[in-house]
C-alpha cells in the first residue's frame, strides 16, 4: 500500500513539474528531478526502465546527465538516485 502511495505521489510530482516548465512557475526542474529520484528509489522496475533508457537513447541519457548536474549537486538524494540509473558500459 506505501509503494503505491509513493508512486502516486511521484507521478503527480513528475506531472506538475512537465506543467509547470510550460508556465511562469519556478521550480519545474526541480519538481521533475525529485519525482524520478522518488520513483528510482522506490520501484525497482523504474530504475531497470530508466537504465535502459539511458542505454538506448542517447539524447535522453545527456538530458538526464544534465539534470544530474544541475540539482544532483545541491541535493544528495537526487545525485544518488540518478547514479543508479547509468547506463551500463559493456566491459
Request: hydrophobic share 55%.
Amino acid at each position: 500500500m506505501i509503494n503505491i502511495l509513493v508512486t502516486f505521489v511521484a507521478l503527480l510530482l513528475l506531472i506538475i513539474g512537465v506543467i509547470s516548465m510550460a508556465t511562469p512557475i519556478p521550480g519545474g526542474t526541480f519538481l521533475i528531478a525529485i519525482s524520478i529520484s522518488v520513483l528510482i528509489c522506490s520501484n525497482a522496475k523504474a530504475q531497470r526502465y530508466m537504465r535502459i533508457l539511458r542505454t538506448k537513447y542517447n539524447s535522453f541519457n545527456n538530458m538526464v546527465f544534465w539534470l544530474e548536474r544541475k540539482v544532483g549537486v545541491r541535493v544528495k538524494f537526487i545525485g544518488i538516485a540518478l547514479e543508479k540509473t547509468h547506463p551500463q558500459t559493456d566491459a
